[in-house]
């Protein structure tokens, strides 16, 4: 089926930098949007970043995260600047794929990588 691995997350000060990153793969026919969504302890699932219309942002992170994709290795990258502990979170990886002609879109997602933002 479809797998997607993320990496990148981890430890950092305030006003530090994190690079998270999501490799899809497996049975993949097509593969169209492709984004980022956190979840801090007690607090719903969020969306942060999009690669849909060219890039959409959570207003919280705008001018700080940065989301780009290599379309070639089915990778979305979410660089992170200027983090701040309300950042912290589990980050996931998701991405919509068809996995045959003709199938319907779906949603597929990884299994998370932590972000924790402290001194």
């Known amino acids: 089926q479809v797998q997607l691995v993320e990496s990148g997350g981890g430890l950092v000060q305030p006003g530090g930098s994190l690079r998270l990153s999501c490799a899809a793969s497996?049975?993949?026919?097509?593969?169209?949007?492709m984004g980022w969504y956190r979840q801090a302890p007690g607090k719903e699932r969020e969306l942060v970043a999009t690669?849909?219309?060219?890039?959409r942002y959570v207003d919280s992170v705008k001018g700080r995260f940065t989301i780009s994709r290599d379309g070639a290795k089915n990778t979305v990258y979410l660089q992170m600047n200027s983090l701040k502990p309300e950042d912290t979170a589990v980050y996931y990886c998701?991405?919509?794929?068809?996995?045959?002609?003709?199938?319907?879109?779906?949603?597929?997602w990884g299994q998370g990588t932590q972000v924790t933002v402290s001194s």
């Open positions: 497996g049975r993949i026919f097509s593969l169209n949007a």
């Open positions: 998701n991405a919509v794929i068809r996995t045959y002609w003709g199938d319907t879109s779906k949603d597929y």
């Open positions: 690669t849909t219309n060219g890039g």
